[in-house]
C-alpha cells in the first residue's frame, strides 16, 4: 500500500520556467490537499479538493493552478516560478470530512 | 479565520527532564492533531485528539486536549535524544474540507 505517493521529490528551477507537481494517492480518499512548508512558517494550504471535479483556494494560492484529474490524482502547476516559491511541498489526503489525514513525503523545490 | 499558535517555538533541554508545548488555536474545534518531523521527512502522526478532555499516550509523550480553553499541551517526560525533532500541532473543522490549520512548530533539541 503506497499511500500518497509525489514526485518528483527535487527539482530546481530557473525563474520563469514552469512545471507541475504529481500527488497521486491509492486509498480510495475523498480529499486531497496541497502545502507548502518554509522555515519558521508550519505548513501553509495551497489549495485543496473536497471531492473529484472540485478545488478550491487556501491560504497562499497566489501563483498556483491545480488539477483534480480524477479521484486519485491531484496536481500542482507553478505556471511561472519565482524564487518566493522555493519551499518543500507536501500532498495529502482524507477520507472527505474524517481525521485520518495521510502526508506525501514531499517534494523539495529550489527556483533560481 | 482558524489561528493555531504554537509555544515555545524553539526549546533545548537536557534528557531526563520534563516539558510541555502548548498549542492554543481560535475557534471552536473538537479536533487537535500532532505530528513530528523529522529533518528532510515528511510529517508522521502522532496523537489525534477527538473530543473536550481526550488524553493519549505513547511512550514519553502525553497529549491533551481542552476544547474550552482551546488548548492542547504535548508534554515530554524524561526526555530521551531520541525525540529531538519538530513537533507541530493542527486543527481542522469537523464537518469540514478544509484540511488542517498548523502551527509553525516547536523545534525541539534534547541533549545528553
Known amino acids: 500500500n503506497a499511500g500518497v505517493t509525489q514526485t518528483p521529490k527535487f527539482q530546481v528551477l530557473k525563474t520563469g520556467q514552469s512545471m507541475t507537481l504529481q500527488c497521486a494517492q491509492d486509498?480510495?480518499?475523498?480529499?486531497m490537499y496541497w502545502y507548502r512548508q518554509d522555515p519558521g512558517m508550519g505548513l501553509r494550504l495551497i489549495y485543496y479538493s473536497a471531492s473529484e471535479g472540485t478545488t478550491d483556494k487556501g491560504e497562499v494560492p497566489n501563483g498556483y493552478n491545480v488539477s483534480r484529474l480524477n479521484k486519485r490524482e491531484f496536481s500542482l502547476r507553478l505556471e511561472s516560478a519565482a524564487p518566493s516559491q522555493t519551499s518543500v511541498y507536501f500532498c495529502?489526503?482524507?477520507?472527505?470530512?474524517?481525521?485520518?489525514?495521510?502526508f506525501g513525503s514531499g517534494t523539495r523545490l529550489t527556483v533560481v | 479565520e482558524l489561528k493555531v499558535e504554537q509555544n515555545p517555538l524553539f526549546l533545548s533541554m537536557q534528557e531526563g527532564k520534563n516539558y510541555t508545548i502548548y498549542c492554543n488555536y481560535s475557534?471552536?474545534?473538537?479536533?487537535l492533531y500532532w505530528y513530528r518531523q523529522d529533518p528532510g521527512k515528511s510529517l508522521e502522526s502522532l496523537f489525534v485528539?477527538?473530543?473536550?478532555?481526550a488524553v493519549k499516550q505513547e511512550g514519553r509523550l502525553m497529549a491533551s486536549l481542552d476544547t474550552k480553553a482551546r488548548l492542547s499541551t504535548l508534554h515530554i517526560t524524561a526526555a530521551v535524544h531520541d525525540l529531538s525533532a519538530t513537533y507541530f500541532c493542527?486543527?481542522?473543522?469537523?464537518?469540514?474540507?478544509?484540511?488542517?490549520?498548523f502551527g509553525k512548530g516547536t523545534h525541539l533539541i534534547i541533549q545528553p
Open positions: 495529502a489526503s482524507n477520507v472527505h470530512r474524517g481525521y485520518g489525514y495521510t
Open positions: 475557534t471552536t474545534s473538537d479536533r
Open positions: 486509498m480510495n480518499h475523498n480529499s
Open positions: 485528539l477527538l473530543s473536550n478532555g
Open positions: 493542527a486543527v481542522d473543522i469537523k464537518d469540514s474540507a478544509d484540511g488542517l490549520t
